[in-house]
Each structure stands twice: as C-alpha cells, then as structure tokens.
C-alpha cells in the first residue's frame, strides 16, 4: 500500500515524535507514506483568518502535487492540515468562481477530488485493521489507556466525513487490535484549548486540567492522542497545572502511534519519549510489570515450600 504524505510543519518540528513512529507503524505493516516533494505550510489558522482565498490556496497547492506523484490520496497525521486541507477541497467544490480564484493562484487546476485521510481511517479500515495484531511482539495489555481525538479530526461533520463527530471510536479500535486496553471516558472530543496557547493561557490550562482529570477519574494510565497541539496542551502545560491547582497531575501523554510501534517491537529510546515534558516511563513500567502467572509459583517450588514449612 503506497500513500502520499503530508507532514505539515508540526511533524518536522515540535510533533517530530509522531511523524517518527507513524513511519515505524507503517513500516511494520507494509505501507509506504510518500512525502510530497515541495510542499508548503497548510496556513494553519493564520492564513485562513488573514484571507478566505489565502486559506484555500496553500492546502490546494499541495493537493495539486500528487497526479505528479500518480497517486490520488494523501496521509494528513495533524488534524488541523487535515481540516484545513478538507476545508479547502470542499469550498471550491461548493463555488466555481471560488474554484477558478484558487487555480489562478496557484496557477494549475484544483485537486478537489484527491482523497485526503488521517492514518486513523487507513488503520482502521481493512485490510491494515486485521494485520495488527500480526505485527505484535509486546503484550500491551497490562495498559489502560483512554482516547483522546480532540476538535478537529472528525468536525465539522459535513467537511470532515470521518467517525462519529460526537463519539469517534476509530483509535481504540486501532489500540484495541495493538493488544492496548481502552476506556470509556465523557472527554473524546472536548476542546483542549488548542490555537489558545498564547493568547489565552489560562483558558488552556483550566481545560486540559478537567481533561486529565476526566482521564484519571476513570483509571487511565495515560491519554492517548493524535494531534501535536493537543499534545502540547496535555502534556507540556501539566507544571502551570500544579501552579493553579496545587497537585501536579503527572499523567503520561502519548501520540497513538508511539504505543503502537512499541507494541510492534520498536524500542522505547527509538519512540523519542525524551521529548515529552511530563515522564511516561510509568507507562513502560506497567506494561513490562510481571503479570500474575509470572510471578505464581511453579509446582516444583510450591512443593520445596511445602516440605520446609513440614520441616518447621
């Protein structure tokens, strides 16, 4: 299976650890992620609030790439490329006149039609779905995790066209063949904050605490998640957390392919969870523990302790 890539720039950067592991996923599975040669930053929340033509532009551009490639459908991991570049598709679809200032700008026709997917939907789909649990070679299944999917990947509804906008199940279904235990949890898709980071912090905090809080309310031993900003939120504003709260939350937050590839045998110094700002070897820990078969006693020392305790 051969896909088109699109990394945008936070996977380059800040989100380098999910576009490391997302390629150590698809290499155990098979599927080759082709990264677009020359691609430009999607406009992220800057372009399309500067100008409606600027926002559509810079996704098309890219999508218009890819029958050079001759490939028609592309690999977004960000959610906030994948709606900007959804959005895109569907506004020049929806305006001709629109369609035409686009292609003026970026001076070749528009790729509206070029299929554009988070790894979720690949993953979740068959075949990739039942090959998973062949790639196994770590029982995850010590882990109890919950699912964290954030704004942006499944709304709107209508653009996105992926899940259940209001209850997605399509990552624990991906863990849940990795061997990982996922949890039932009242926080799927509530906002963490996300482009509030800078301009309003305190906002940020306040929900993404009620977040982790929701997460440890149901025994969660780590969020999992799918978005460089919701991971940034969760897991590197857990020090202002403690500031307003008094208690340091210290749970673990993982992009969902980290979990993955450590489960498919990748080892955890090559997951580059050295780059998190809260530890997650709690996480390592609890998957490694000795289960209870392993720690039983065999027959042969249950009978050594018996003759001495008969000795006694």
């Keep these: ?12 950067q800040s989100g380098e650890e999910y576009d490391h592991s997302l390629h150590a996923v698809c290499e155990k599975l098979d599927v080759e992620l082709v990264e677009i040669e020359k691609w430009v930053c999607c406009g992220s929340t800057a372009a399309h609030n500067k100008s409606k033509l600027l926002g559509a532009s810079l996704p098309m551009a890219n999508l218009a790439l890819l029958p050079k490639m001759e490939l028609d459908e592309v690999v977004v991991p960000c959610p906030e490329c994948f709606s900007k570049l959804k959005t895109a598709q569907h506004n020049v679809k929806e305006d001709k006149n629109f369609r035409k200032d686009v292609a003026d ?9 070029a299929l554009v ?3 979720l939907k690949i993953l979740s789909q068959e075949p990739l779905l039942s090959k998973i649990p062949t790639a196994i070679q770590r029982d995850l299944s010590n882990l109890k995790v919950v699912c964290y999917y ?19 199940e399509t990552m624990d279904r991906v863990l849940q063949a990795a061997g990982v235990t996922t949890l039932d949890w009242d926080y799927k898709t509530a906002c963490c904050g996300a482009s509030l980071a800078m301009s309003k912090p305190d906002i940020v905090v306040n929900l993404s605490h009620k977040l982790i809080e929701g997460a440890k309310a149901v025994g969660a031993d780590a969020i999992v998640v799918a978005c460089p900003f919701c991971h940034m939120n969760l897991d590197a504003r857990q020090p202002d957390m403690e500031k307003e709260f008094g208690t340091a939350p ?10 993955m590839a450590y489960s498919f045998g990748v080892e955890q110094k090559e ?3 050295n ?14 523990a000795p289960t209870e078969e392993e720690t039983a006693p065999t027959e042969k020392e249950e009978d050594f302790f018996e003759e001495l305790h008969s000795h006694k």
């Design 1 to 12: 299976m051969r896909y088109a890539y699109y990394p945008g720039c936070s996977l380059h």
């Design 271 to 273: 997951l580059e969870v």
């Design 150 to 168: 954030g704004c942006l990947i499944t709304r709107p509804a209508k653009i996105a066209a992926f899940d259940n906008c209001e209850y997605p």
């Design 250 to 259: 210290e749970m673990p937050v993982l992009y969902f392919t980290q979990l």
């Design 105 to 113: 700008v970026i001076q070749t026709e528009c790729n509206e039609d």
């Design 117 to 119: 997917s988070h790894p």
């Design 275 to 288: 780059k998190h700002m809260t530890d997650t070897q709690s996480v390592f820990d609890k998957i490694n």
